[in-house]
């Protein structure tokens, strides 16, 4: 069964200023008022309303038995959704942080991306699977990772990561609405950066990458938490003259790089930057690519700012790990030398 069409709300809604964290909570109860079918579990998830909060409410408005309360089992988890959404419901599972993701690992991977194909398109599993992910939050091991490498490179999932509210707003419903297994990557340490949302201005679609700053001297694409460094490093630039262009891709599987093969090809450079390592990752496939489409209009060598290929350090040593301002702006640097 399909999930009802994403109406867009009435103007009367208005603007609001809000946080990724209450945009999520906006989104799932628009999508639990919209399809009786819609469902939402996870480890704390009613009662307390998630670790984050994302889920407040949501319990007391629609019921036990909509918003449900799990055991402490990944695994169990989402092959519990993988029943459900054969049985015609739409489950929403909380993992409630990045690395207790593996538990689960082998339903989400072995049965939730096989079934559609398994059965010749007869069975739909439309789940979506919710991840905090992503550090600087100064959290314990196991806290702060970035796995999404690992689920885009396996055919039947969609992967997608929302880093601003009116993202965080959209594209879950849009992803609950998806008739295929969806992975949405929350960026946690941005869930409570605030910006205007309007429920009644119309999304994007889904699986689209965006040009959220225009500029003609180099190219900078980002995903989830690192969108707003490049947006920070963009404006740092700005001062000195230098115009970045910066690309959010959203959507991780698919991706949709005709943006910024458009882009590339103005500016003649392109700066990755991800949170993640960046051995066998989404910036190396997106570097690949680049330069098979763009190769004569290339001035400079790909340059990418990543995490380490180590496992995520304590707490104290993050902020050397992860990608920040000044590390985008050498790495802008370097290929503006070329």
């Known amino acids: 069964m399909a999930a009802p069409a994403l109406e867009r709300p009435t103007a009367a809604a208005g603007t609001q200023t809000v946080t990724i964290a209450k945009a999520l909570n906006m989104g799932l109860r628009a999508a639990l008022e919209r399809d009786p079918k819609v469902l939402v579990m996870g480890e704390d998830v009613g009662k307390l309303g ?10 007391k408005d629609f019921g036990e038995h909509r918003v449900l309360d799990t055991p402490l089992a990944e695994s169990g988890i989402i092959g519990t959704a993988v029943g459900l959404a ?37 069975v739909k599993v439309p789940v979506v699977v919710r991840v905090p992910f992503g550090g600087g939050i100064g959290a314990v091991e196991h806290h702060s990772e970035s796995p999404e490498s690992l689920f885009a490179h396996v055919g039947g999932l969609k992967v997608v990561s929302c880093s601003n509210p009116v993202d965080a707003y959209w594209m879950l419903q849009q992803a609950i609405e998806c008739d295929d297994p969806v992975l949405f990557f929350e960026p946690k340490r941005r869930y409570y950066e ?16 965006q040009v959220v700053r225009p500029g003609s001297a180099a190219t900078v694409v980002g995903y989830g938490p690192v969108v707003r460094t490049c947006l920070d490093a963009a404006a740092a630039a700005a001062e000195d003259g230098t115009e970045l262009e910066v690309v959010d891709l959203r959507s991780l599987s698919p991706l949709d790089l005709g943006p910024v093969f458009d ?12 949170e993640a390592p960046a051995e066998s ?34 707490s104290k040593l993050e902020e050397g790990y992860l990608p920040d301002l000044d590390r985008v702006l050498d790495a802008v640097d370097r290929s503006l030398a070329y």
């Open 50 to 59: 998630g670790v984050f909060r994302i889920t407040d409410g949501l319990q």
């Open 86 to 122: 054969i049985r015609g419901f739409r489950p929403v599972c909380e993992i409630q942080f990045d690395g207790f993701i593996f538990p689960g690992f082998d339903q989400i991977v072995s049965q939730l991306a096989k079934l559609h194909y398994r059965s010749q398109g007869k």
């Open 194 to 209: 605030k910006a205007e949302l309007d429920p009644g201005t119309p999304p994007a679609p889904l699986f689209s990458s």
């Open 263 to 274: 882009s590339v090809r103005r500016t003649g450079r392109l700066v990755l930057v991800s």
């Open 281 to 314: 990752s989404i910036t190396s496939e997106i570097a690949a690519r680049v330069q098979q489409e763009c190769f004569y209009s290339l001035e400079a060598p790909v340059l990418r700012v990543t995490g380490f290929d180590t496992p995520y350090p304590p």
